[in-house]
Antibody, heavy 115, light 105 residues
Framework: EVQLVESGGGLIEAGGSLRLSCAAS????????MNWVRQAPGKGLEWVSH????????YYVDSVKGRFTISRDNAGNSLYLQMHSLRVEDTALYYC????????WGQGTLVTVSS | IQLTQSPSFLSASIGDRVTITCRAS??????LGWYQQQPGKAPKLLIH???TLYSGVPSRFSGSGSGTEFTLTISSLQPEDFATYYC?????????FGQGTKVDI
């Protein structure tokens, strides 16, 4: 089955760190650019980060630059988001999505940052 | 690039024709996608490249536009279409989303 499964979310105090993972199955991750998108509770969608299929091109939304790092392991068919210096406003459901247009989404992993 | 959707909320009935507009703060060619999000679920891609129906999406959904103004049309609203709809530009980074349009009964 073609799917993305995120993990690694949880409850963390402000200033802490988390590493999110996204496991791909049913297709080769190396064929696709990947993105992270988040959704705060009751709010809209916010694009967070992009990584090209070979990992050489990376972009971030301004609010996470210097704190978040996107990476990928094509051999292991996995995508990652390392998050440091977490803030209350980073609280959200984090989705990994496949491709330029997000034709495939995972179910999301919830990150809750407490003050 | 900012995307502004209108309306933010829409009340409609089964069988209605529904149109949602997405305006970009600068030209983005045809680099626009439309997503549907049902409560408690991940978004699903409906339209990519402004007007191309994504695989498996019912033909009652259609998209049009280029440059700065885009529309998503649902030709005959079905019960499963009551959801929130988002546009997203992929012309440049950050890949911004519109604020969403909630379609309710």
């Amino acid at each position: 089955e073609v799917q993305l499964v995120e993990s690694g979310g949880g409850l963390i105090e402000a200033g802490g760190s988390l590493r999110l993972s996204c496991a791909a199955s049913g297709f080769w991750l190396s064929n696709y650019e990947m993105n992270w998108v988040r959704q705060a509770p009751g709010k809209g969608l916010e694009w967070v980060s992009h990584i090209s299929n070979n990992g050489r091109t990376i972009y971030y939304v301004d609010s996470v630059k210097g704190r978040f790092t996107i990476s990928r392991d094509n051999a292991g068919n996995s995508l990652y988001l390392q998050m440091h210096s977490l803030r209350v406003e980073d609280t959200a459901l984090y989705y990994c999505i496949r491709g330029q247009y997000g034709g495939l989404w995972g179910q999301g992993t919830l990150v809750t940052v407490s003050s | 690039i900012q995307l502004t959707q209108s309306p933010s909320f829409l009340s409609a009935s089964i069988g209605d024709r529904v149109t949602i507009t997405c305006r970009a703060s600068q030209g983005i060619g045809s680099y626009l996608g439309w997503y549907q999000q049902q409560p408690g679920k991940a978004p699903k891609l409906l339209i990519h490249a402004a007007s191309t129906l994504y695989s498996g999406v019912p033909s009652r959904f259609s998209g049009s536009g280029s440059g700065t103004e885009f529309t998503l049309t649902i030709s005959s609203l079905q019960p499963e279409d009551f959801a929130t709809y988002y546009c997203q530009q992929v012309n440049s980074y950050p890949k911004t989303f519109g604020q969403g349009t909630k379609v309710d009964i």
